[in-house]
């Protein structure tokens, strides 16, 4: 499993992408990116052994059985002439663009109705699924973010509000995310279903056999991980101009004295 990697990767893609949105409050920029990190793990819901089918207990259990039941049989009635002989489970139907996408539109309505409680329970289960992967310090660093935007921030509740909808987009993304992922990865991801492609329903893209990666070996954790976790520092509001006016700085001719 990918699981801490589908999460870093969450979050520098909420991070690059909020900004695009129109996103300017720091705090709400962490809630984006912070959501996208935990919905990166979320397609994984489709195998009993991943954290997201554990995170809930017996509800995301029985959750993760329903979506396997429902993935078999969609492959079942769809799979072209080419497409392997295979159950239909893990990384079928909660590896697509149309989920991704369906649950984005989910979420964009649950949270305009709902407003900011639905907003922040979402953001919660993000950080939830987020930590799972990436360790323990997560939670409570979320956690005091929060406290200290509550109190910078009076506001915080409208601040909420203006993310409802735009979080169907950080969710989305963390599903697309998840799956370009995988992709690299030996076995591919069926991302374009239900487009047939080569006599396959379910055709997994993946690079040439020279660039594809092992889950769990040296290139994931000694190249993709380390990388993606400097760009998640760098990323982080004020980071990245800081960065470069300090090298800048450093590398500037002194001016000479009058």
């Given at each position: 499993?990918?699981?801490?990697?589908?999460?870093?990767?969450?979050?520098?893609?909420?991070?690059?992408?909020?900004?695009?949105?129109?996103?300017?409050?720091?705090?709400?920029?962490?809630?984006?990116?912070?959501?996208?990190?935990?919905?990166?793990?979320?397609?994984?819901?489709?195998?009993?052994?991943?954290?997201?089918?554990?995170?809930?207990?017996?509800?995301?259990?029985?959750?993760?059985w329903?979506?396997?039941?429902?993935?078999?049989a969609?492959?079942?009635?769809?799979?072209?002439?080419?497409?392997?002989?295979?159950?239909?489970?893990?990384?079928?139907?909660?590896?697509?663009?149309?989920?991704?996408?369906?649950?984005?539109?989910?979420?964009?309505?649950?949270?305009?109705?709902?407003?900011?409680?639905?907003?922040?329970?979402?953001?919660?289960?993000?950080?939830?699924?987020?930590?799972?992967?990436?360790?323990?310090?997560?939670?409570?660093?979320?956690?005091?973010?929060?406290?200290?935007?509550?109190?910078?921030?009076?506001?915080?509740?409208?601040q909420?509000?203006?993310?409802?909808?735009?979080?169907?987009?950080?969710?989305?993304?963390?599903?697309?995310?998840?799956?370009?992922?995988?992709?690299?990865?030996?076995?591919?991801?069926?991302?374009?279903?239900p487009?047939?492609?080569?006599?396959?329903?379910?055709?997994?893209?993946?690079?040439p056999?020279?660039?594809?990666i092992?889950?769990?070996r040296?290139?994931?954790?000694?190249?993709?991980?380390?990388?993606?976790?400097?760009?998640?520092?760098?990323?982080?509001?004020?980071?990245?101009?800081?960065?470069?006016?300090?090298?800048?700085?450093?590398?500037?001719?002194?001016?000479?004295?009058?």
């Open positions: 499993m990918m699981g801490r990697t589908h999460a870093l990767t969450g979050w520098c893609a909420g991070l690059a992408a909020a900004p695009l949105l129109g996103i300017g409050s720091v705090y709400q920029v962490l809630a984006f990116a912070a959501t996208t990190a935990g919905f990166a793990l979320l397609p994984d819901l489709d195998h009993p052994g991943a954290k997201a089918s554990r995170l809930l207990g017996p509800f995301s259990r029985a959750v993760s329903l979506l396997r039941r429902a993935s078999a969609l492959y079942a009635v769809t799979k072209g002439p080419r497409d392997e002989k295979r159950t239909g489970t893990h990384r079928h139907l909660s590896h697509t663009v149309l989920f991704a996408v369906g649950l984005g539109f989910a979420t964009h309505a649950g949270t305009k109705a709902g407003g900011a409680w639905v907003v922040a329970a979402i953001v919660l289960l993000g950080l939830l699924l987020a930590d799972a992967c990436l360790g323990d310090w997560l939670l409570p660093v979320g956690c005091a973010a929060v406290v200290v935007w509550v109190y910078k921030a009076p506001d915080v509740v409208a909420l509000d203006a993310l409802a909808g735009l979080l169907g987009v950080a969710v989305a993304l963390g599903c697309v995310v998840h799956c370009l992922g995988d992709a690299i990865t030996e076995s591919g991801c069926p991302f374009l279903f487009i047939p492609i080569a006599g396959e329903t379910w055709y997994e893209l993946r690079p056999k020279v660039l594809r092992r889950t769990g040296r290139v994931e954790n000694l190249v993709v991980f380390p990388a993606f976790a400097v760009l998640a520092v760098l990323l982080l509001p004020g980071v990245w101009a800081f960065t470069v006016a300090t090298i800048g700085g450093v590398f500037d001719s002194p001016t000479a004295s009058p």
